[in-house]
């Protein structure tokens, strides 16, 4: 399987080749997103059902690190570019 394509990308406006570093950079900033929402969600609901904030609070804490992960890769601009 090679690592290059010619494909058009709908990432960006114009047409390049799909690189692997470009894949992974969009994969790092959706997975982190994706977890630290629903890190952030698991840490609610188990603060639902339980009752108390120390089973949630590793949870929340899990949230809260990858939402500066998030952040940062925000930052970076790993996501997709607005048009």
């Known amino acids: 399987m090679a690592t290059v394509f010619g ?10 080749p799909a690189e692997i570093p470009v894949r992974v950079r969009h994969f790092v900033w959706l997975s982190t997103g994706m977890f630290s929402a629903a890190a952030l969600a698991v840490a609610f609901v188990s603060y639902t ?6 089973t949630a609070s590793s949870h929340f804490f899990a ?11 925000n930052i ?5 570019s607005e048009a």
């Open 49 to 54: 059902f339980t009752g108390a904030f120390e």
């Open 7 to 16: 494909i058009r990308n709908v990432w960006h406006e114009s047409t390049y």
């Open 63 to 73: 949230s809260v690190l990858s939402g500066a992960v998030f952040g940062l890769t």
């Open 76 to 80: 970076l601009r790993f996501g997709p």
